[in-house]
């Protein structure tokens, strides 16, 4: 029943470092989002994509990077990774838009430290 | 303004308690509408979809007013498990992207 992984749980990486964040989807959907979740912010969108090949900045871009090569894979990048990038790395996917009331559904999650 | 707004709680009542939480919008061009759950150390999951003629799921209850721009959300009896982030969720004008609230904490207790 598993339906959006997330290559790790638990990531700890020193400042500088380039990371990836891995995303697959097994339900074929369109689009696909990365957020991150602090305590009192909430959910904040960093990147998503509609299609392949395909990306949108979200809310929080600035020192992120995504790619999207196939449908089922997003992936999320930091080039230079500093302190302010600890955080809750969240990947969603969703059907198409034009059915509004489509069910998006969440990765595990993936606690990154950067140290 | 924020587009999705929640009082963060925590909301903290006793088993079987009847609890309500509310939520306004700013975008007047939102088509969709949801509560989700999250669990704590957990990823968020759709709890239901809140239709403009309101739905029920059980204990459950949403409603929605688009000419206040309020949606709300009705636990009857709670249940321990009810426990968790309330995440209002509302589609923000851009087909298939979702604008989160920050959540609303509910805390059942014996």
């Known amino acids: 029943d598993v339906k959006v992984t997330q290559s790790s749980r638990y990531l700890v990486k020193r400042t500088g470092e380039k990371v990836f964040l891995e995303c697959v989807q097994d339900m074929d959907h369109e689009n696909m989002f990365w957020y991150r979740q602090d305590p009192g912010l909430g959910l904040r969108l960093i990147y998503f994509s509609y299609d392949v090949k395909m990306k949108e900045k979200g809310d929080i871009p600035e020192g992120y990077s995504v790619s999207r090569e196939k449908k089922e894979r997003f992936s999320l990048i930091l080039e230079s990774a500093s302190t302010n990038q600890t955080s809750m790395y969240l990947c969603?996917?969703?059907?198409?838009?034009?059915?509004?009331?489509?069910?998006?559904?969440f990765g595990p999650g993936t606690r990154l430290t950067v140290l | 303004r924020k587009e999705v707004e929640q009082d963060p709680g925590p909301f903290n009542v006793p088993e079987g308690a009847t609890v309500a939480f509310n939520c306004t919008y700013s975008?007047?061009?939102?088509?969709?509408f949801f509560w989700y759950r999250q669990d704590c150390r957990k990823e968020p999951k759709l709890l239901m979809s809140v239709y403009s003629s309101g739905n029920e799921d059980g204990r459950f209850t949403a409603q929605l007013n688009r000419a206040s721009q309020y949606i709300s959300l009705l636990i009857r009896d709670s249940k321990l498990s009810d426990s968790a982030t309330y995440l209002c969720v509302v589609n923000g004008g851009t087909a298939s992207k979702l604008t989160f609230g920050t959540g609303t904490r509910l805390q059942v207790t014996l």
């Open positions: 969603a996917s969703r059907g198409p838009g034009q059915f509004i009331y489509n069910e998006q559904f």
């Open positions: 975008n007047s061009a939102s088509q969709s």
